[in-house]
Each structure stands twice: as structure tokens, then as C-alpha cells.
């Protein structure tokens, strides 16, 4: 076995397993041999942009679920806004994650925020904008 799956990854396994990090069109190619023959299939795929909106995290620096991330690697556009349960802008970014702590720096103490996402896909410029709460919630 012999697969290439587009990206710079092979694999000589019967069924591996890969991770694209790109997004957009791929070229797998698998090529398959015996002691008479050998086959080669190739397909064409589109690597969608797939994200997770997490409804809770942790920010206590243990370096586990720490931040609040969304991942936006195959976004064009990208605006994150957090506001606390007044209607407060406390954060935002258009790259990467909150911390846990506002514009200022200043740890923000246990609750639950609201967000507003606005984001558009780079590959069909789809809108996957969207808001809703978290809850940040530190080690005692």
C-alpha cells in the first residue's frame, strides 16, 4: 500500500489515518501492489472548513482547554467579540482566542459571556457567523 494523500503526507499503512491542515482541493492517490500487478486510484477532494464553537473552557493554566479557540485557519474573514452578562464589550480579536482576560489584561472572574462571531469561509466565502454563550470556569 501506498497512499499519498496531496498534502506532502504518505503512508505505507492499509488504512491510515490523516489530518489535513490545509483547506480547499487535495489530490489522494493510492497505490496498491502485489507480486503480479500494481494499481493506482486517485481522487479529488475539497477539505472543508470545519470549526467548533466550545461551549466552555477553562483558563486556569494547566494548559489544558485554556483558551477559548475557535479555529479560523480557513477563514477569510474572522471577528470574535465577547461581552460579559451586561452587554459589555470586554474582548475582542480578529486572530486567535480569548484568555479569559479583557483588553486591559484583568482576569475575568467565573461566569458565563456571550460571543459574536463573524466569520466567512475562504473557500465558497459561506457564512458560518454565529453567537451564543460560554461559561469560563478557573480551578478553585
Known sequence: WAWDFGDGAVSNAQN?????TNCGPERICFIAKNGFCVDTVCSD???DEKFIIPNIF?????GIND???I?????????????DRWGLKIFETT???WD???????????GTYYYLLKAVSSI?????????????VRKK
Open 67 to 69: 483558551i477559548f479557540y
Open 16 to 20: 491510515p489515518i490523516h489530518t489535513f
Open 71 to 83: 479555529n479560523y485557519d480557513c477563514l477569510k474573514e474572522y471577528d470574535l467579540t465577547i461581552y
Open 95 to 97: 486572530s486567535g482566542g
Open 100 to 110: 479569559g482576560r479583557n483588553s486591559s489584561g484583568v482576569q475575568m472572574s467565573d
Open 124 to 136: 465558497e466565502s459561506k457564512d458560518y457567523s454565529n453567537k451564543g454563550f460560554l461559561s469560563l
Open 45 to 47: 477532494i475539497v477539505v
Open 58 to 62: 477553562s483558563p486556569d493554566g494547566d
